[in-house]
């Protein structure tokens, strides 16, 4: 199993739309979570830090749940402009701290908006 | 302020010959981390750096892989006998402390024939 898994997509969606991605994550050590944007042939840049009391940011909601080691991202009233691969980011942190920082990404999930 | 910087952005080479791939973070940061990115593929972890600690090489996938930051500061990326499944963008991104946002250079595009 990945340690974190996202459905790829394509999401296809009009202008204006409210889209929700989802992401599930293997190790309950986890400590941080984000959403990266990448845009194609670019790099990954952060869009979000992901709170245990979820946090809004604009049109960009997204929500943690620890229990069920879940996250999502709800983007609200979707512009041309949010075409991009969003990625699920995980810090996990072992016991022994040397892996403290190192992100695991999922595998992305293409939106594209469209007209 | 300036980026993290990545040289070359591009590089071919033939299977068997090595490379080095090069990366310059954000002045200041202590945290240097290295990623590839295969075709359509997501960023698979190989090595990170965080300060005077030894680094975690446990994502690099064979030991013709290795790095080096020196001075805390610049890295490089050495893939000695390229095949050609090491084709990728390499991928480098820096951060103030170990957990915080991570600034991503421009990757350098490793192409083996």
């Known amino acids: 199993r990945k340690e974190v898994e996202q459905d790829p997509g394509p999401f296809n969606v009009p202008e204006g739309a409210t889209v929700a991605f989802n992401c599930t994550y293997s190790?309950?050590?986890?400590?941080?979570f984000f959403w990266y944007r990448q845009d194609c042939r670019k790099e990954p840049k952060l869009l979000m830090s992901v709170y245990s009391s979820g946090n809004e940011d604009g049109r960009f909601t997204a929500q943690l749940n620890r229990a069920s080691q879940y996250i999502s991202l709800l983007i609200r009233d979707s512009k041309l402009s949010d075409s991009a691969t969003y990625l699920c980011?995980?810090?996990?942190?072992?016991?022994?701290?040397?892996?403290?920082?190192?992100?695991?990404f999922g595998q992305g999930t293409i939106l594209t908006v469209h007209p | 302020g300036a980026g993290v910087s990545q040289s070359p952005s591009n590089k071919v080479t033939e299977k068997g010959k090595d490379v080095e791939l090069r990366c310059d973070p954000i002045s200041g940061h202590t945290a240097l981390y290295w990623y590839r990115q295969s075709l359509g593929q997501g960023l698979e972890f190989l090595i990170y750096f965080q300060g005077n600690s030894a680094p975690d090489k446990s994502g690099l996938p064979s030991d013709r892989f290795s790095a080096e930051r020196t001075g805390g500061s610049v890295s490089t990326l050495t893939i000695q006998r390229t095949q050609q499944e090491d084709s990728a963008v390499y991928l480098c991104?820096?951060?103030?402390?170990?957990?915080?946002?991570?600034?991503f250079g421009p990757g350098t595009r490793l192409t083996v024939l």
């Open positions: 190790n309950s050590a986890s400590q941080s």
């Open positions: 980011v995980v810090n996990i942190h072992t016991a022994g701290g040397t892996s403290y920082g190192k992100l695991t």
């Open positions: 991104a820096s951060s103030s402390y170990s957990s915080g946002e991570q600034f």
